[in-house]
């Protein structure tokens, strides 16, 4: 069976803003999105390889997800899942009480996200994700170059007594 993907990666932000007082109102209003295509290949701007999970953490543990193992059942199996390069990231905590955060991370990791995303440049950091927090990075034309078992993510539930749940989703080639 020959596998063909197609992805869509949307984002945007619309709002209203308004003002009344008793002679005339006024509002300020608009919109900003994106939508980033994928057809299927290897080339500028295609992707061939997704990988995304629900995932729950349990109380102050931590994962780490290597980029170029990952697996994931999907429909008759557990299909396994090679990142040759990073597209899309987006991760979403669906944590709903005040101390459900989850951080995502490299401290620690000798071949860490950051080091994946600033090419080299920078060590260590996390981005912290509160309840219902998502974050989203992107780099849809070339993507971000992942050697063989060299790129990791790790993700860090800081909630003391709550396992948190999140979703994660990746397109790359």
Avoid: C
Wanted: avoid cysteine.
């Amino acid at each position: 069976m020959t596998n063909t993907l197609t992805a869509d990666v949307r984002g945007g932000v619309s709002w209203t803003l308004a003002a009344a007082s008793d002679l005339s109102s006024q509002a300020d209003s608009g919109n900003v999105g994106f939508v980033h295509s994928y057809q299927d290949g290897s080339g500028h701007y295609q992707a061939a390889v997704r990988w995304h999970d629900r995932r729950t953490l349990a109380a102050a543990t931590s994962e780490t997800l290597d980029l170029t193992a990952l697996t994931q059942q999907l429909l008759d199996g557990t299909q396994a899942v090679t990142l040759a390069t990073l597209r899309e990231l987006v991760i979403v905590n669906h944590g709903t009480a005040a101390d459900q955060t989850l951080d995502v991370s490299t401290d620690g990791l000798t071949n860490g996200l950051w080091e994946l995303l600033d090419e080299g440049n920078q060590t260590g950091g996390a981005i912290r994700l509160h309840r219902g927090g998502v974050w989203a990075i992107s780099r849809k034309k070339l993507g971000w170059v992942i050697a063989a078992g060299t790129k990791e993510i790790e993700l860090i539930n800081n909630a003391p007594g709550d396992a948190t749940d999140y979703s994660i989703y990746m397109v790359g080639t």
